[in-house]
């Protein structure tokens, strides 16, 4: 049986990726082969932290004439919502969840508290981080570069509707050229849009390798915890 590369990696889910073919809401046929591949890696031991987003939803930028900062709580709650029905699939399938909010909203998740979101991973629970930062004007991307530096995770694993980063988009150009491997340096430089600057910068400064593939296929989340080559590796 093949090694998992990490020992404690974050995965970060976009909305998108929970909605499949709508392109809205929730999906029960694409949630539920995630939730058996995160069950996978779970037992071949590695400890998993997911950050996912509110895209399939809401997002901050939706709201073209309303208060930023209203704008961006209900993105917040969107997320809620995902790592909601993500935590009730895992649950199914038999993987202990807890669900940690950087907004208290105690009736239906933890809040999250840094110690005890470690202590859940070492026992082998997968620890879901809703509700952002808790702030407004930061990202999901920048969430899950933050929460990686604080539970000391040795990569985040970045599942894109794309297999990899390129130099323009795929969808719109046949000569987009793909990275294997490019340092984060020259992604803030070439401006590639593959996570904000923010975040961009967060992981460069905290050392934090990034993954980035395609979740066409759910497989693709144990193959990149196996270190097949595929997508494209982001480092300092």
């Known amino acids: 049986m093949d090694k998992p590369l990490y020992k404690r990696i974050l995965l970060k889910l976009s909305g998108e990726a929970l909605a499949g073919p709508k392109g809205f809401g929730l999906d029960p046929d694409t949630i539920q082969p995630i939730a058996l591949q995160i069950k996978e890696i779970i037992e071949m031991g590695v ?3 997911i950050v996912v ?5 809401w997002r901050g930028r ?3 004439n309303m208060d930023r900062t209203t704008a961006d709580y209900m993105g917040m709650m969107a997320t ?9 699939a895992l649950e199914n399938v038999g993987v202990i969840t807890r669900v940690q909010t950087a907004i208290e909203m105690r009736q239906i998740a933890e809040p999250y508290i840094r110690r005890r979101a470690i202590r859940h991973l070492e026992k082998n629970r997968v620890v879901i ?10 990202s999901t991307d920048t969430t899950a570069a933050l929460r990686a530096a604080e539970i ?3 990569v985040i694993l970045l599942a894109k509707k794309v297999d990899a980063v390129y130099d323009k988009d795929p969808n719109e150009n046949d000569d987009a050229n793909k990275f294997d491997d490019v340092s984060y340096i020259e992604i803030l430089s070439r401006g590639l849009k593959i996570m904000d600057s ?3 910068s967060l992981c460069m400064d905290n050392k934090i390798p990034l993954k980035v593939f395609g979740l066409d296929d759910p497989e693709n989340i144990k ?5 097949k080559p595929m997508g494209t590796y982001i480092h300092s």
Request: charged content about 10%; hydrophobic content about 40%; cysteine-free.
């Open 80 to 88: 809620v919502i995902n790592g909601l029905a993500l935590q009730d």
């Open 62 to 64: 939706s709201g073209e």
């Open 47 to 49: 400890q998993v932290a």
């Open 53 to 57: 987003g509110g895209g399939n939803f």
């Open 223 to 227: 193959k990149v915890v196996l270190g």
């Open 152 to 154: 000391e995770a040795e």
């Open 129 to 138: 981080f809703a509700a952002g930062t808790g702030n407004p004007y930061f």
């Open 198 to 200: 923010t975040a961009t």
